[in-house]
């Protein structure tokens, strides 16, 4: 905001040293000899590491493999054999060119199609294919052979790319066996765990500090490997690595979202409008290593939107030469949610029904038909958002094909994700100025996770907001926080901050009430004093009451591990709707208006809430129109490693966006919402297209080209 | 091959400063290595994204595309140059509408902003969404503030009307 914020790549210490990465040429192939002579006449390198000399694995690097930090298996072009360490970035970079690494070349494969054939070369020991992995639930089977009708379809989603504006960056330096990593890290615990289990020494000697990172969107969630490469080269050096990313290779050496190539069926009944059961079956390519760790799916999430009495999923991991694939905003949901709400809008256009009643009358209502939801707003999503949006006026049955010069659509999604409780550690301290410390593990990555912590604790306590201020974003807290990823932040550590609070608030109250002769129970604290109720004149600052107790300070730590019983579950819920313009003469769509209905339960900060949805709604606009990272047919590479290639939504594209929050009352208070934001985006912008012009595209991102052939204006 | 080193001068956020820096050392390089001032921030490097902008001369230019040598004599702006005793008009209506999440960008949407209505000659020019999202078009958000950014500077165009 006025340029104090310390990012990793502002911080400036003494003797500071630039790394940069080693990097493969090739696509497939081992490392037979690496030549360092050339650097003997360039001065100012300080160390040089490669596969030759380190044997380092990065474990949260491959989900199911092991890799190396720097391998002598390259797997794709720009995969690491090796970093150095120099004096300047210019020196550094131009060291980094004149290593010379021979190879042997293996051959090489870029597509799905070519890894699955019997002769391909192998990217991994026990071959190219993870999976099958399943989802899903009830007899698919026999629920199939109930329909009347069975629809099916062929969808695919493209390789995208979390692009946060800040670059990958670490910096890395020791004081004795004692290393600090500043990193642009959601999760310094994570992180320190990783690189203290990669390096081998006890995490108690690995310090992780992230202030303020430039967005994430997944791709630091734990340990990475720039992290390692500045910690090795600092060691070797004995001197502070940064080791930098230029925007190329954080494209290209930092992983993005894989792609699918789906087949969806759908059983039903069409007497009752209902959908019966869904099938659905997804190829993924993940390039050459996929650092996916949840789920053990690559595509899922659509088996929770409907009252469907059976659904099931197959996912297939296809391990490519290409960059590296892993976390994105919701891994797994926007590539299975296209799939199934454009078929389910096909669905709702054959039976000649209101698309956005089709899916309230087929909503899910219970979690695959057994367990009952903590809470669900899927109605008022739909209905509320509906109302909000004026779709009853906007909406007509779309024409047979198109014609003009532009067409105006309106299109539906819903969409669901888990919501989950797990572990958070909050401290509260209440100093003897009266103003209060919060300590959490927390890192803000954007998303105002801070502000959030500090008003759960002031609203719990009775205190301005003003007189508490956040510590951190260092592991040495020593505070578990899970992060900033899986839309888990406000409950997990949320939920510790609040039990801190109340716990502290009743100390203060036990405190007071020989100060003030009656029982704690006829005390309360308000805007920062403890007031007795019923008596407006008798009150005391928090400041005078640690005075007169003779108390530094009052101090209460609480962890907290909420569980849902085993009958219940907690997922969030949303209706997303679209309007767009097509440009039938170069095929250019424009979102015109935009309206995301979201259940994440209890809100705690309007403001912050909006901007989360804001934000994912314009990151699914790129999936949907402009994002796809391009991949060389000869070499594997990416091609546009440049945002002037690599097309982000400009601020030119994006109208304004409405969210309604639908506040269910949910027993824990709050479910997830950041990662929801993006899921149903790219199905409602594709539907409100076939809604303007009667053409049915199944795959992303929906470019003017695209547009353009499926009108049969382009024929070549 | 390192240059000899040129010594630069010119009025930074008001001040008159020098630097010595090599030929291909650009603006931005300068600011942040050699001045401390990391406001301006390295994102793209090829003067896509906007992150790294200041004011040049009362434009708002990339300084990753421009060589330190060719600011000589100018007078630049960076976010550093904004706040006084308390926030500029910007940085506060940036506050209100939450116009910043991972603030990555920030420092860029603010600057680009200033200099859109400072160069704009009010009466004559209406200000409507366009031409903000015009001016601000060489900006770009992977956190998705836009809605919030053209209102916090809606918010600051209309108390220069009055």
């Not at chain 1, 994570?190 to 289990?197: E, L, P, S, V, Y």
């Not at chain 1, 932040?489 to 007071?512: H, M, P, Y």
């Not at chain 1, 935009?594 to 994440?600: F, G, L, M, T």
Request: with cysteine; proline share 3%.
């Amino acid at each position: 905001m006025s340029g104090g914020s310390q990012y990793a790549g502002d911080w400036k210490v003494p003797n500071m040293l630039y790394g940069r990465t080693i990097t493969s040429s090739i696509p497939h192939g081992m490392v037979k000899r690496i030549d360092l002579s050339k650097l003997n006449d360039l001065k100012g390198v300080a160390a040089v590491i490669t596969c030759m000399d380190d044997q380092t694995i990065w474990n949260a690097g491959e989900r199911i493999h092991k890799r190396r930090l720097f391998t002598d298996h390259v797997r794709f072009v720009g995969d690491s054999v090796g970093a150095v360490a120099a004096t300047s970035r210019n020196i550094a970079q131009e060291a980094s060119e004149l290593v010379q690494v021979e190879y042997d070349e293996l051959p090489s494969v870029f597509t799905i199609a070519d890894s699955l054939k019997p002769d391909a070369p192998k990217i991994w020991e026990d071959g190219n294919v993870l999976g099958p992995h399943h989802f899903g639930f009830g007899d698919v089977e026999s629920a199939f052979k109930k329909a009347d009708l069975i629809m099916e379809g062929d969808y695919t989603t493209s390789r995208v790319h979390n692009s946060p504006l800040e670059p990958a960056t670490s910096l890395a330096w020791w004081e004795g066996d004692k290393l600090t990593v500043v990193a642009g890290s959601q999760n310094v615990m994570g992180t320190r765990d990783g690189i203290a289990k990669d390096l081998n020494i006890p995490a108690s000697k690995v310090r992780v500090i992230t202030l303020y990172k430039g967005g994430g969107f997944g791709n630091k969630n734990n340990s990475m490997n720039h992290d390692l490469m500045a910690a090795l080269l600092s060691k070797k050096t004995d001197k502070p690595v940064m080791m930098e990313y230029s925007r190329a290779d954080d494209f290209t050496g930092i992983h993005g979202r894989w792609s699918s190539n789906q087949h969806l069926r759908v059983a039903l009944d069409t007497r009752m409008g209902k959908i019966i059961a869904g099938d659905q079956t997804a190829y993924c390519d993940v390039g050459g290593y996929t650092r996916h760790v949840m789920s053990g799916n690559f595509i899922d999430g659509a088996e929770s939107y409907y009252s469907a009495e059976a659904w099931r999923g197959t996912s297939y991991a296809v391990y490519t030469n290409t960059s590296a694939t892993g976390h994105m905003r919701a891994p797994t949901g926007p590539q299975a949610c296209f799939a199934a709400e454009t078929l389910v809008d096909e669905v709702a256009h054959k039976l000649r029904l209101d698309p956005m009643r089709f899916r309230l009358n087929n909503r899910v209502r219970t979690y695959e038909g057994h367990k009952t939801f903590t809470s669900n707003g899927l109605e008022d999503c739909l209905i509320q958002g509906a109302e909000v949006f004026g779709w009853k006026e906007k909406w007509q049955r779309p024409p047979e094909r198109p014609s003009g010069k532009s067409a105006r659509g309106v299109g539906v999604a819903i969409a669901t994700w888990h919501s989950r409780y797990g572990k958070g550690e909050a401290i509260l301290v209440l100093k003897n100025d009266g103003h209060v410390e919060l300590s959490t593990s927390v890192v803000d990555i954007g998303t105002g996770a801070k502000t959030v912590m500090a008003m759960i604790a002031a609203d719990a306590l009775g205190i301005e907001l003003k007189d508490i201020s956040v510590i951190w974003g260092d592991s040495d807290l020593g505070l578990y926080a899970i992060g900033e990823s899986g839309s888990r932040t406000t409950n997990f550590t949320g939920i510790a901050v609040k039990d801190a609070a109340l716990k502290l608030r009743s100390k203060i109250l036990e405190l007071a009430s020989s100060h003030f002769k009656v029982l704690p129970a006829k005390l309360a604290i308000e805007h920062g004093r403890v007031i007795q109720i019923g008596s407006p004149g008798k009150y005391l600052e928090l400041a005078k009451l640690l005075e007169y107790a003779k108390l530094d300070e009052l101090r209460e730590r609480s962890t907290t591990e909420p569980v849902v019983p085993e009958d219940q579950t907690g997922y969030s819920f949303a209706a997303h709707f679209a309007e767009v313009e097509v440009d039938l003469e170069t095929g250019k769509v424009s979102v015109t208006k935009y309206v995301a209905a979201h259940d994440s339960g209890t809100i705690i900060n309007r403001l912050l809430a909006r901007s989360q949805v804001q934000g994912g709604v314009i990151m699914g606009i790129g999936m949907a129109l402009s994002e796809r990272l391009l991949i060389n047919p000869d070499y594997g590479m990416i091609q546009n490693a440049s945002f002037y290639t690599y097309r982000l939504p400009n601020i030119t594209s994006i109208p304004k966006i409405d969210a309604v929050f639908i506040e269910t009352k949910d027993p824990f208070g709050t479910k997830g919402l950041g990662e929801l934001t993006l899921v149903p985006v790219p199905a409602a912008i594709g539907n409100a297209i076939f809604n303007a012009t009667g053409l049915r595209l199944r795959g992303l991102p929906f470019t003017p080209e695209g547009i353009l052939r499926a009108s049969g204006s382009l024929t070549a | 091959m390192q240059d000899n080193l040129i010594k630069v001068t010119f009025t930074i956020n008001g001040a008159l400063r020098s630097v010595e820096v090599e030929s291909r050392e650009t603006l931005l390089d300068a600011i942040r290595d050699k001045l401390g001032l990391v406001g301006a921030k390295k994102a793209c490097d090829e003067a896509v994204c906007g992150a790294c902008t200041v004011i040049f001369n009362g434009k708002a230019v990339c300084s990753c595309m421009m060589l330190a040598v060719e600011a000589s004599g100018s007078q630049l702006v960076t976010i550093e140059g904004l706040k006084k005793e308390e926030l500029d008009e910007m940085q506060k209506a940036f506050i209100q509408n939450d116009a910043e999440q991972c603030g990555f960008c920030t420092s860029g949407q603010i600057l680009s902003a200033k200099a859109f209505l400072s160069n704009l000659d009010r009466k004559s020019a209406p200000l409507d969404e366009d031409s903000i999202k015009e001016a601000l078009s060489g900006n770009l958000c992977r956190c998705g503030c836009y809605n919030n950014i053209v209102r916090a500077v809606q918010q600051v165009s209309r108390m220069g009307l009055s």
